[in-house]
């Protein structure tokens, strides 16, 4: 089974940058699409930005121009780095597969207030 441990949040005043990762257990990393997802309280997951097994990348239009996702395989790593950051974008930060099928890892929370 893969598990998955994300990091690289905090605290950041607003037009501040953040890189996050996810790193996942088991060898079998690379055959998934995978995602970034935020749950803010009270709300549920929302999909930020997705890249497949090739590199093809899409965001939501809240991120976009803002967040770039990637991934090394032979780290068992997907990256987001978040530029300009915006309050609204505090959350807390996941990654899973494009489908939600991997068990939930406990994200990173990220805070964007001056």
């Known amino acids: 089974q893969v598990h998955l441990v994300e990091s690289g949040g905090g605290l950041v005043q607003p037009g501040g940058s953040l890189r996050l990762s996810c790193a996942a257990s088991g060898s079998i990393f690379r055959i998934y699409n995978m995602g970034w997802y935020r749950q803010a309280p009270g709300k549920q997951h929302e999909l930020v930005a997705t890249i497949t097994m090739g590199g093809s990348t899409n965001y939501a239009d809240s991120v976009k121009g803002r967040f770039t996702i990637s991934r090394d395989d032979s780290k068992n790593t997907v990256y987001l780095q978040m530029n300009s950051l915006k309050p609204e974008d505090t959350a807390v930060y996941y990654c899973?597969?494009?489908?939600?099928?991997?068990?939930w890892g406990q994200g990173t929370q990220v805070t964007v207030s001056s």
């Open positions: 899973n597969t494009n489908t939600r099928s991997l068990n």
